[in-house]
């Protein structure tokens, strides 16, 4: 069994940059595919990104193309979110993501391992 610990979450305002940072440890090999997920208050959990552990295939919700970067370091078997120009919308519990499988589904469902999440809030 993987376990996903992320951090780096916090309080900034609208403009501001953030990194999270999730890191796996326990059954990591292979690691296939990793991603982030949000969720707000009241809202159901949506896709932000997801990256294959080997090669270049990386997708990017829409709301967060062109702000956010997802990278990796496969040496820390750690997983990055840059946020940048953050807004108020994007204020969610952030939560990190791991499959066994090279697909690159953008459902919650097609990812059986999860973090705990890390709050990150956005004042206007």
């Known amino acids: 069994q993987v376990q996903l610990v992320e951090s780096g979450g916090g309080l900034v305002q609208a403009g501001d940059s953030l990194r999270l940072s999730c890191a796996a440890s326990?059954?990591?090999?292979?690691?296939?595919?990793m991603g982030w997920f949000r969720q707000a208050p009241e809202k159901e959990r949506e896709f932000v990104a997801a990256m294959r552990w080997i090669g270049d295939s990386i997708l990017y919700a829409d709301s967060v193309k062109g702000r956010f970067t997802i990278s990796r370091d496969n040496a820390r078997n750690t997983l990055y979110l840059q946020m940048n120009n953050l807004l108020p919308e994007d204020t969610a519990v952030y939560y990190c993501a791991q499959r066994r499988n090279l697909l690159l589904p953008t459902s919650p469902g097609g990812y059986p391992y999860w973090g705990q999440g890390t709050q990150v809030s956005v004042s206007s």
């Open positions: 326990g059954d990591i090999a292979p690691l296939y595919v």
